[in-house]
């Protein structure tokens, strides 16, 4: 299996910048400041068809080409490390693994974009991944790829961390830039979008840790090697696969995009923990569909999940058994979603606390038949919320419905939960 | 009022940064760092350090889990509600924590040592059930395990972190 964001994984020690330049780190840093025009830069990503790791799957190149020439200065780079998806820990291993190059893909994707300052933000339960990268920003700036002038390029950039203080709603793009003014962090609705007006109404492109992780390597080799890197020509590059819960080895992998579940979990995961059988699982963070056995088998890129009706989201796969109550669990996720929303809107800070309170019903043995009508009416309406949380809190809810109806059923019919 | 020396370390850490008020986070963990919480006194000091009116400081410190506005305890201990912490024994790990320790959330020991809240998945999936303690994450709890860190913390206050900076 080829590993290209994990070549330099070591189980209990980070790569070292020595160790990330004698495996071609950099290199492509100094190929684009030395000959590349910007322009060549953004349509290299696009050729790579690298989508946003983040969870929403939208064209890097795309993002950065938003960014008009005659847009002012200073313009910012943000890298968005604050990843507090549920079941999500992907960009936490990567840290940990070979920082270098997300500080280099910052650095080539502030270039293409002619942004001087840096910011990494990052959430307060990730200190040590905090500190890791404060301590090699500083390394990249004294062998010379960071500061003013890099490598005579007359491109200068400065990148600095952002600690958050714990808040799931500053990972969403808008929020995370008002946080970092030190505003409260309310979502904002485009337009204009944060390319042309985010931090101090400064251009602002953000990106996710893996997809700025890619950058480097796709300079480097080419588009053509990078989508080659995934299972099947419809999908691009690697993918940073976590999978947590009922299986026998949870972990963070490096696969090809497109990926089979079945493979991610039976091979790489170790398959289900003994004495469990697969019931169901979110394939990407807390706020995506659960999954049915049927597609047991599906292809994990972008386009095969929504051609199946379901999300790739972040790639972070949480695996539920046979013996797991899933109304309990939705109602676990909910209280999230619930105590997560930032409160801005009334669909979101009214609807996510009723829908917990359903669900808490249910599994309480005190549900009825309405109930489910109900909370596929509300999984409906909270669609029209501000920004993308709510209409994420509702997929595992929605799912339920759909997939597993009986089961939500049998709590009202028995009126306790059959699991417990 | 925040004694003069420590102010000073504040002011350089805001100095030369265009917005002061982008700093806030920073300056507000390290007022948690020296007096454990953010009281309304440093609250004010803080604002007029940021250049921020202190309804503007409490509008951001409510907003966040990892900020204090009421006294906790020497340790604060952050139990992770996530939901694959959920699956694979929250509960009894919580159960465990109250009664070695006497105290329900959002509760502090009666010595001031321990508070005990909740917090959402702090992304530590892969060894659950895990929880952070000054920041701290530990994971793969079992009642054992929790009951040594305890003992640590009490004894030397370090404790054995497993999260030392390596995978
Ligand atoms: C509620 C919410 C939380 C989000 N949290 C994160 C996050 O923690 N990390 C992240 O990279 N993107 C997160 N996103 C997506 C970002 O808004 C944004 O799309 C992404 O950072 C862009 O980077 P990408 O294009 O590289 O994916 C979140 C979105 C929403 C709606
Ligand atoms: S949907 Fe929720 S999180 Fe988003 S703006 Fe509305 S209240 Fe805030
Ligand atoms: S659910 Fe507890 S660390 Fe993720």
Redesign the pocket.
């Known amino acids: 299996m080829t590993q290209v964001l994990f070549k330099n994984r070591h189980p209990d020690r980070i790569a070292t910048l020595e160790e990330y330049r004698a495996g071609g780190g950099y290199e492509a840093l100094t190929a684009v400041l030395s000959e590349y025009p910007r322009a060549k830069v953004q349509q290299l990503a696009l050729d790579a068809v690298l989508l946003?790791?983040?969870?929403?799957g939208?064209p890097?190149g795309k993002?950065w080409m938003t960014v008009a020439e005659s847009a002012p200065f200073p313009r910012y780079m943000v890298c968005?490390a604050?990843?507090?998806?549920p079941g999500t820990f992907k960009d936490r291993v990567l840290i940990h693994t070979d920082p270098h190059q997300i500080i280099e893909g910052m650095i080539i994707v502030g270039y293409s974009v002619m942004a001087e300052r840096g910011i990494i933000f990052i959430r307060a339960s990730y200190e040590n991944a905090a500190r890791i990268l404060e301590r090699e920003i500083e390394r990249a700036r004294a062998a010379g790829f960071l500061g003013p002038n890099i490598l005579g390029s007359g491109f200068s950039m400065e990148i600095s961390v952002h600690r958050s203080a714990g808040r799931?709603?500053c990972?969403?793009?808008t929020a995370q830039i008002n946080a970092i003014q030190g505003k409260r962090a309310t979502p904002i609705q485009p337009p204009p979008y944060a390319t042309e007006k985010g931090i101090w109404n400064l251009p602002t492109v953000?990106?996710?840790v893996e997809?700025l992780a890619c950058v480097p390597h796709i300079i480097q080799n080419g588009p053509e090697w990078f989508r080659n890197l995934a299972a099947h020509p419809d999908a691009a590059g690697t993918k940073l696969y976590c999978v947590s819960g009922r299986v026998q080895h949870p972990g963070c992998f490096e696969l090809p995009m497109g990926t089979r579940l079945s493979d991610i979990i039976d091979i790489h995961a170790g398959g289900m923990t003994p004495g469990c059988t697969f019931k169901t699982c979110l394939p990407g963070g807390a706020s995506t569909r659960f999954l049915p056995k049927s597609l047991y088998d599906i292809e994990m890129d972008f386009d095969s999940m929504k051609k199946a009706g379901h999300r790739l989201g972040t790639g972070s796969v949480i695996v539920f058994d046979e013996k797991t109550c899933l109304v309990g669990a939705t109602l676990n996720m909910m209280e999230f979603f619930a105590r997560e929303s930032c409160g801005w809107c009334t669909p979101c800070r009214e609807g996510l606390p009723y829908m917990r309170d359903i669900l808490a019903r249910i599994e309480a043995g005190d549900g009825k038949p309405a109930d489910i009508p109900l909370l596929r009416q509300m999984s409906r309406y909270v669609w029209n919320a501000y920004?993308?949380?709510a209409p994420?809190a509702a997929s595992p809810v929605e799912s339920l419905l759909t997939y597993f109806e009986d089961e939500v059923q049998a709590h009202i019919r028995q009126h306790r939960c059959p699991f417990s | 009022m925040i004694p003069d020396d420590f102010r000073q370390l504040l002011a350089r850490r805001i100095a030369g940064v265009e917005h002061p008020r982008e700093k806030i986070m920073d300056v507000v963990f390290m007022i948690q760092d020296k007096f454990g919480y953010l009281s309304d006194e440093l609250l004010e000091d803080a604002a007029g350090l940021l250049k921020m009116t202190p309804l503007e400081v409490e509008e951001i410190a409510t907003f966040y889990e990892f900020i204090y506005r009421r006294p906790v305890g020497g340790h604060v201990i952050h139990v992770c509600d996530g939901v694959v912490c959920w699956m694979s024994g929250h509960a009894s790990i919580l159960d465990h924590l109250r009664g070695r320790l006497g105290i329900d959330f959002g509760e502090t020991t009666p010595d001031g040592r321990f508070t005990l809240l909740p917090t959402c998945c702090i992304g530590y999936c892969d060894r659950s059930p895990a929880m952070m303690i000054d920041r701290k994450v530990y994971g793969k709890l079992t009642p054992e395990r929790i009951d040594e860190i305890l003992e640590k913390l009490g004894l030397d206050t370090e404790g054995d972190s497993d999260d030392t900076g390596s995978l």
């Open positions: 946003g790791r983040g969870g929403a939208f890097a993002k968005n604050d990843e507090m998806e799931y709603i990972g969403e793009n953000t990106h996710n997809t920004c993308a949380l994420g």
